[in-house]
């Protein structure tokens, strides 16, 4: 009568030669969710001032239409004062009606972001889409 013990050889555990890397995973995705989390809460309370840009100037139309806000919040496109119940007809008549064409848009530093927005919500509810934001360009020494 023979007794097996555990280190009888065909009972043998075998060595494995391989990391393991379910727990270097584990690690992972949970560094993951942390930064996923974390991230959207550190622009949150970013001071924002954008005066200028040092982006590269996009080439413009033949013919381009210039939509400025001045301070005083009135409107002009291409140096003529338009009214804001009139800038609907004055953009057809210099568009010709085509809206795929892109509107320059430049607001003085002191115009409150509301009224820019609103500015660009009557634009977008004439029908053009394409609106570019016009800064200064920002030289660099």
């Not at 013990?5 to 393991?20: G, K, M, P, V």
């Not at 927005?117 to 800064?135: D, H």
Request: charged share 20%; proline share 6%; aromatic share 4%.
């Amino acid at each position: 009568m023979a007794i097996k013990t555990a280190r009888h050889d065909d009972d043998a555990l075998e060595e494995s030669h391989e990391i393991n890397v379910t727990p270097f995973i584990d690690v992972m995705l949970v560094l993951l969710i942390i930064f996923m989390v974390a991230a959207p809460l550190a622009t949150v309370d970013t001071p924002v001032d954008l005066p200028a840009s040092t982006a590269q100037p996009q080439p413009r139309d033949a013919e381009p239409v210039f939509l400025s806000v001045q301070a005083d919040l009135s409107l002009s496109i291409n140096d003529v004062p338009v009214a804001t119940d009139g800038l609907n007809a004055t953009l057809e008549r210099l568009t010709a009606g085509d809206h795929e064409q892109r509107i320059y848009l430049r607001a003085d530093q002191t115009v409150p972001y509301g009224e820019l927005m609103q500015t660009m919500n009557a634009l977008r509810a004439a029908g053009y889409r394409r609106i570019a934001l016009v800064g200064v360009e920002q030289r660099s020494e």
